[in-house]
């Protein structure tokens, strides 16, 4: 599969946290072709802050894994990850982060990556389906407006 077909099974996650009135973000993880893991955002769903997709889908490719340590893993994520998330990438060890679109209110990986020197740094893009990933967000918050 391509990058963006991986984004686009990234944004059937984000529109599935989009159907249960939760901020659309999805995430998905690939090893060696093949997707480990998949998650959307469930912070409302589960009332607990750390349940955002990038969470969830790292924690499910841990236990695929059998392995904390997900070298080799690419992350494929609709919205650039924040700064919680971003430790978790980094701790990781996650190889390649493909952003869908970065994030405007908040300071996220790319910020994180940035201003700390860090023994170990992804790769991170941003991914040629950005746009699609930014209506997606601004569909949701225009209709809670």
Known sequence: ?????????????????????????????????MIIARAHNMKEHH???IAH???????????ELHNWHLDGCDMYVTLEPCMMCSGAIYQSRIRRVIIGT????????????RDYELNYIPRIEISKLSAICQ??????FHEKR
């Not at 963006?4 to 072709?33: L, N, R």
């Not at 970065?102 to 990556?113: Q, V």
């Not at 209506?135 to 949701?140: I, T």
């Open 47 to 49: 009332q607990n802050v």
């Open 53 to 63: 997709a990038e969470m969830l889908a790292i924690k499910q490719a841990s236990l």
């Open 102 to 113: 970065r994030d405007t209110r908040w300071p996220g990986l790319i910020n994180y990556m």
């Open 135 to 140: 209506s997606l967000l601004k569909s949701y």
């Open 1 to 33: 599969m391509t990058d963006e077909e991986y984004m686009q099974e990234a944004i059937k996650e984000a529109k599935k946290a989009a159907s249960i009135d939760e901020v659309p973000v999805g995430c998905i993880i690939v090893k060696d072709g």
